[in-house]
C-alpha cells in the first residue's frame, strides 16, 4: 500500500498571503496525483488532477506541482473561502487509491 | 446537472444488516467507476473500494474486503455500499464519488454525493 503523508497538518495564512501544502508518497505514484478541498459540513470537492491540471472552474490562484513523490499545492493569495481541510490522494496503485490524511488551512 | 444522490441518515444497532445507495445521474452511470470513501468522526477520508456499473467489476481496499460488499444496480442507476452485521465502529459518514475519465485517461474524484451518515449504537 502506498502511504501518503502531508505537511503541515495545520496551516493559517492571512487572507491575500500565499499557502503552501505539502503531500509525500511513500513511492513512485508518477503524475497520478489528485488535491481535494473539504469545508465543515461538505463533501470533498476535487481541486486537481494529474498533479497539475486544474478542475473545471477552480480559479487561477491554486497551482499542482510535482512528481514522482513530493508534490505541493499552492494558494497564490489565499481567500476567505478557501478555509478547509485540503487532502491529497493518489490513484497509482489500481485499486488502492489512498489519501493523506490531510492538511488543516485556517485562515488568520 | 451531474449528480450523485446518497440515500438518507441511517441509525442502527451492532448486528443489524444496512445498504447505503447512490444514485446518479445528468451522465451515463455505465461508463464511469463509482468508489466509496469513509470519514469517520472528525478523522480523514478512507478508500473503502470501487465498482464499474457498466459490469460490475469491483475492487476492494484490504482494510475493507470481507467487511462490506459494494454492488450496483446499472437498470436504475445506482451503486450500493452494504452491512451484513454492523458494529459501532462502522459510525461514519460515507461518500461515494465518481472517476475522472475524460481525453487525458482516467483521473481522481470529480464528483462526489453529499454523504451517508450512518450511526451506529446500542
Known amino acids: 500500500e502506498i502511504v501518503m503523508t502531508q505537511s503541515p497538518a495545520t496551516l493559517s495564512v492571512s487572507p491575500g498571503e500565499r499557502a503552501t501544502l505539502s503531500c509525500r508518497a511513500s513511492?513512485?505514484?508518477?503524475?497520478?496525483l489528485a488535491w481535494y478541498q473539504q469545508r465543515p459540513g461538505q463533501a470533498p470537492r476535487l481541486l486537481m488532477c494529474?498533479?497539475?491540471t486544474r478542475a473545471t472552474g477552480l480559479p487561477a490562484r491554486f497551482s499542482g506541482s510535482g512528481s514522482g513523490t513530493e508534490f505541493t499545492l499552492t494558494i497564490s493569495s489565499l481567500q476567505s473561502e478557501d478555509f478547509g481541510v485540503y487532502y491529497c490522494?493518489?490513484?497509482?496503485?489500481?485499486?488502492?487509491?489512498?489519501f493523506g490524511p490531510g492538511t488543516t488551512v485556517d485562515i488568520k | 446537472e451531474v449528480q450523485l444522490v446518497q440515500s438518507g441518515a441511517e441509525v442502527k444497532k451492532p448486528g443489524e444488516s444496512l445498504k447505503i445507495s447512490c444514485k446518479g445521474s445528468?451522465?451515463?452511470?455505465?461508463?464511469?467507476?463509482i468508489g466509496w470513501v469513509r470519514q469517520m468522526p472528525g478523522k480523514g477520508l478512507e478508500w473503502m473500494g470501487i465498482?464499474?456499473?457498466?459490469?460490475?467489476?469491483?475492487r476492494y481496499s484490504p482494510s475493507f474486503q470481507g467487511q462490506v460488499t459494494i454492488s450496483a444496480d446499472k437498470s436504475i442507476s445506482t451503486a450500493y455500499l452494504q452491512w451484513s452485521s454492523l458494529k459501532a465502529s462502522d459510525t461514519a459518514m460515507y461518500y461515494c464519488?465518481?472517476?475522472?475519465?475524460?481525453?487525458?485517461?482516467?483521473?481522481?474524484?470529480?464528483?462526489w454525493g453529499k454523504g451517508t451518515t450512518v450511526t451506529v449504537s446500542s
Open positions: 464519488a465518481r472517476r475522472l475519465f475524460n481525453s487525458g485517461g482516467y483521473g481522481g474524484m470529480d464528483v
Open positions: 445528468g451522465y451515463t452511470f455505465t461508463n464511469y467507476w
Open positions: 465498482i464499474y456499473p457498466g459490469d460490475s467489476d469491483t
Open positions: 513511492q513512485s505514484v508518477g503524475s497520478n
Open positions: 494529474g498533479t497539475s
Open positions: 490522494q493518489q490513484y497509482s496503485d489500481w485499486p488502492l487509491f489512498t
